[in-house]
Nanobody, 130 residues
Framework: QVQPVESGGGSVQSGGSLRLSCTAS??????????MGWFRQAPGKEREGVAA???????SYIDSVQGRFVISRDNGKDTMYLQMNNLGPEDTGMYYC??????????????????????WGQGTQVTVSS
C-alpha cells in the first residue's frame, strides 16, 4: 500500500520561497514507475493540479506557476519535491501530493483530480501574505 506524506509547508511573505517534499512509502517498485504530482486547494475553490512529473523525469506545470515552481523527484528516496519561488497570495492553499499510474506528466496533471485517480496524502498548508 503506497502512502504519500507531505512536508515543508508554512507561512511566507509575497516574493518568498518554500520547498515542499513528498515521500511515498509502501511499494518502491510501484512508486518508481508512477507519476507523482502536486495539487492545491484554496479556500472556497476546487482542487487543481499544479505540477506533475513522470517516471522518466518529464514535467508539466499549470500556466500560473510556470517559471516560478520546479518539480523534481529522487527515485532512490521515493521522494518528490516542489521548489516554489516568488510566491504570491494566490498561491495560498492546501498542497497535496498524489501518486498514480499515468501515460505522461501532462495526463497526470489533467486527470488525477478530474477522475479521482491515485493515492493522496493528507496535505500541507501554504500561506502567503501580501
Amino acid at each position: 500500500q503506497v502512502q504519500p506524506v507531505e512536508s515543508g509547508g508554512g507561512s511566507v511573505q509575497s516574493g518568498g520561497s518554500l520547498r515542499l517534499s513528498c515521500t511515498a512509502s509502501g511499494n518502491p517498485t510501484t512508486v518508481k514507475n508512477w507519476c507523482m504530482g502536486w495539487f492545491r486547494q484554496a479556500p472556497g475553490k476546487e482542487r487543481e493540479g499544479v505540477a506533475a512529473i513522470d517516471n522518466g523525469g518529464s514535467t508539466s506545470y499549470i500556466d500560473s506557476v510556470q517559471g516560478r515552481f520546479v518539480i523534481s523527484r529522487d527515485n532512490g528516496k521515493d521522494t518528490m519535491y516542489l521548489q516554489m519561488n516568488n510566491l504570491g497570495p494566490e498561491d495560498t492553499g492546501m498542497y497535496y501530493c498524489a501518486v498514480s499510474a499515468c501515460f505522461s506528466s501532462d495526463h497526470a496533471l489533467r486527470t488525477m483530480v478530474a477522475e479521482g485517480l491515485g493515492v493522496w496524502g493528507q496535505g500541507t498548508q501554504v500561506t502567503v501574505s501580501s
